[in-house]
């Protein structure tokens, strides 16, 4: 596997359900990024981490849940969701340099294609 | 204002023409820039960094940086109909800041 990886690439759930979403890079990079994308929309940064730390949440709510085991993988676990959450979800990666101040491109996965029923 | 300001198009351009795309940002402290290619229904693909000021070229693509004037824009020569995306541009400084992206289409 290169670059970074997603999982499920598409997922329809109900409004009751629990699903998660698995990212993965395989860039040896530091910092990983939840967006969320709906039709025709800008990107939404939803979450990022560095170095396994969360270090911003952009006043998501609560039932977006996300999870960083290790600098390579990280989850996004869903629950009780709305019908406006059905949206592209992208993972990003990259490189952060010392103290945040400058960051390289980042790389994205393809994306999961999520619809809430 | 925005951190990362595009022109929101769409932009229209015939085959063949050149497309310029621009976009402007606030913070002066940034370091890093960025062009994204996105097609529709696709996540975004880099097509372009640039650091210093001044023009850099990579095939049909050039970027250019003035970080007295906080502006950059991206040039696509000899415009295909392939080149018909959504294109972002992305600044650093401290994190990756998006724009909202222009529309390009490009008419055969």
């Known amino acids: 596997e290169t670059g970074v990886t997603q999982t499920p690439r598409h997922l329809v759930m109900g409004m009751t359900n629990k699903k998660s979403l698995k990212c993965e890079q395989h860039?040896?990079?530091?910092?990983m990024y939840w967006y969320k994308q709906s039709a025709k929309k800008p990107l939404e940064l939803m979450f990022v981490?560095?170095?396994?730390?969360?270090?911003e949440n952009n006043s998501v709510p609560s039932r977006f849940s996300p999870e960083c085991p290790n600098s390579s993988h990280l989850f996004l676990h869903l629950h009780t969701l709305q019908p406006e959450d059905s949206a592209l979800y992208l993972c990003?990666?990259?490189?952060?340099?010392?103290?945040?101040?400058?960051?390289?491109?980042?790389?994205f996965g393809p994306g999961t294609r999520l619809t809430v029923t | 204002q925005k951190e990362v300001e595009q022109n929101s198009g769409p932009l229209s351009v015939p085959e063949g023409a050149i497309a310029s795309l621009n976009c402007t940002y606030s913070?002066?402290?940034?370091?890093?820039f960025f062009w994204y290619r996105q097609y529709s229904g696709k996540s975004p693909e880099l097509i372009m960094s640039i650091y210093s000021n001044g023009d850099k070229e990579d095939g049909r693509f050039t970027a250019q940086l003035n970080k007295a004037s906080q502006y950059v824009s991206l040039l696509i020569r000899d415009s295909q109909p392939s080149d018909s995306a959504t294109y972002l541009c992305?600044?650093?400084?401290?994190?990756?800041?998006f724009g909202d992206g222009t529309t390009l289409t490009v008419k055969p």
């Open positions: 860039l040896g990079h530091n910092a």
């Open positions: 990003a990666s990259s490189q952060e340099g010392p103290q945040s101040t400058w960051s390289y491109e980042q790389y």
């Open positions: 981490y560095n170095f396994k730390e969360q270090t």
């Open positions: 992305a600044v650093n400084a401290g994190k990756s800041t």
């Open positions: 913070d002066r402290g940034s370091q890093s």
